[in-house]
């Protein structure tokens, strides 16, 4: 079991509201770059989303659970057969997205019984705490040739050193895909 986290960002580290969905004055920043930079399996999981699970923080699921149900094509289609499960003390309905559920008791403890590869998308609340439990196996990122100067980062400062090695690097479109892992 692997414990995989897939953000974009941008040079600066900034990972918050890259569709502008959250209507923040950066808010889209990913999106600028046009569809094919941010659309299909960008961050290369192939039988991943299959076989493993997502792990989603509420809002994150929120947002997914209106805009990926509705969608046609491929990549749609493994979003949507893939199994779920959200992280939330507020959520009690998943049904506007199959194979959805919310983990009952603690994330941390969730992620550790997990068997099957855990796949994190967004949710920085779900992806801090495991960094903070030294859970992460790897990072994907999409970095977009931006900077934004303020917002959310993936790394805050203060934050416990880490050491990890690049797995690979490709460019997808405008952006750059990298892959990091934990240095041997």
């Known amino acids: 079991m692997s414990v995989i986290v897939i953000e974009f960002i941008t040079l600066d580290g900034i990972v918050s509201d890259p569709d502008g969905s959250d209507g923040t004055p950066t808010g889209g920043w990913a999106f600028r770059h046009g569809p094919e930079t941010v659309a299909g399996d960008k961050f290369r999981l192939g039988s991943t989303m ?29 979003m949507n057969a893939a199994s779920k499960l959200v992280a939330s003390r507020a959520l009690a309905d998943t049904s506007a997205w199959a ?50 100067g303020r917002g959310e980062r993936l790394f805050p400062s203060g934050g416990s050193p880490a050491y990890l090695e690049c797995l690979s690097s490709e460019q997808v479109g405008a952006a750059v895909l990298t892959r990091y892992g934990r240095a041997a």
């Not at 969730?110 to 801090?128: F, P």
Request: zero cysteines; proline letters at 4%; a negative charge.
């Open 50 to 78: 299959d076989d493993g699970v997502l792990v989603l923080g509420r809002r994150t699921w929120e947002l997914f659970s209106r805009l990926w149900p509705g969608r046609d094509n491929p990549f749609a289609a493994r």
């Open 99 to 148: 194979n959805s559920t919310v983990i009952d008791g603690d994330l941390v403890d969730a992620v550790k019984r997990e068997r099957r590869d855990v796949i994190i998308t967004g949710s920085l609340s779900v992806v801090r705490a495991l960094m903070a439990e030294d859970l992460i196996d790897e990072y994907r990122l999409l970095t977009f040739p931006t900077i934004l």
